[in-house]
């Protein structure tokens, strides 16, 4: 008789899903918060916003991977960068918006579930969840034997977050006069990766080679750095009541995220002196012979966040922010265009 075929035979091991389960809740339940004890094993996560505190709030919900950067982490073992990068891509957006994040949830597929590899995973998200103050009340698991390569995996991640109706952002008041204002990213972040893998490809390096641009770095320390998260200083900064938008610069760059913030007959005047690029940038642009404006379109280029204010508010923001810890810098203003919002970078060679 023929043994009937089983879902391990096939490649997939339920005990082990069940095992992570196990193995991950110890800092899942580190990152309970008003409104959420997270205790994993249902089918769904609840909140509880009369539990944190909201009188008249909006809802808003984004969902972010981290790209090819995941190939280069999942070669270099760097796995908790992952974890950290894949929650702060969705609390940036919704923090743009004026919401506190709330909640997060993830999902991880991958050919065969490697506990450790998920653990480190889970360890990285769970740190960035307690650095945005939500709580990681879910996920999933999916193991897809034949449909990833061994070794690759991939990561979505979903953020809840929460903003009283009256605070939302960009605000309808942003308009000519106001100052653009950037906040330090951390690196290149999880954006321009395939671009930055091709540069690799034709520089012929290796993760283990010591960094062009730092050679006391190997070039995945140098390049595997975690997402900034900004969380924090913004929420801090939104009691004052100061911001009128805020720029995400992700995929895209300053070029693109701006003028999502921006109103019509509005075009944002940044100064390309404004800011020194990290050198990881200045590698990228020299050794890969890309565009200036390619640059600004692609990498953040040093800018994680873009901030429109009042000018009569700026100097008060800008002491505010440093003082939180962040790096900011005076880009430039706002000034009457035609049409479509813009960016328009002074000083930009190439």
Not at 129 to 148: D, F, K, T, V
Not at 244 to 269: E, F, M, Y
Request: charged residues 20%; aromatic residues 6%.
């Amino acid at each position: 008789m023929v043994n009937a075929p089983s879902y391990h035979q096939a490649g997939v091991d339920i005990d082990a899903g069940q095992a992570l389960v196990r193995a991950i809740s110890p800092l899942v339940r580190k990152t309970a918060r008003p409104g959420a004890d997270p205790d994993l094993g249902g089918f769904g996560g609840l909140f509880d916003l009369k539990e944190a505190g909201y009188r008249d709030p909006l809802l808003v919900a984004t969902s972010d991977g981290v790209g090819t950067k995941l190939q280069l982490i999942a070669r270099s073992g760097r796995h908790e960068v992952a974890g950290v990068d894949l929650v702060a891509m969705c609390v940036n957006d919704l923090v743009v918006q004026g919401a506190e994040p709330l909640f997060f949830l993830d999902y991880l597929a991958t050919p065969k579930l490697d506990p450790a590899v998920a653990s480190a995973l889970v360890q990285g998200m769970a740190e960035a969840c307690r650095e945005a103050g939500c709580a990681l009340i879910g996920g999933e698991s999916a193991e897809m034997p034949g449909h990833y390569r061994r070794g690759d995996y991939d990561l979505a991640g979903f953020a809840v977050g929460a903003v009283e109706r009256d605070k939302l952002l960009p605000r309808s008041d942003v308009g000519v006069g106001d100052v653009v204002l950037g906040l330090a990213s951390s690196g290149v972040h999880a954006n321009g990766f395939s671009l930055i893998r091709q540069v690799m490809r034709n520089q012929a390096l290796f993760l283990t080679d010591p960094a062009p641009f730092a050679p006391e770095q190997t070039l995945a320390e140098a390049l595997l750095v975690p997402t900034r998260i900004y969380v924090r200083s913004l929420l801090g900064l939104f009691e004052h009541d100061v911001v009128k938008g805020i720029a995400h610069i992700t995929g895209g760059g300053l070029l693109d995220n701006l003028p999502r913030v921006l109103p019509d007959g509005v075009v944002a005047r940044i100064d390309a002196g404004a800011w020194q690029a990290p050198a990881i940038f200045l590698w990228l642009y020299e050794a890969g012979r890309i565009a200036a404006d390619e640059m600004l379109r692609v990498f953040n280029c040093g800018i994680g966040m873009a901030l429109v204010v009042r000018a009569a508010y700026a100097d008060a923001v800008v002491e505010f922010l440093t003082e939180k810890g962040e790096t900011v810098y005076r880009l430039g203003e706002l000034v009457a265009g035609d049409g479509p919002p813009s960016v328009r970078v002074d000083g930009m060679d190439g």
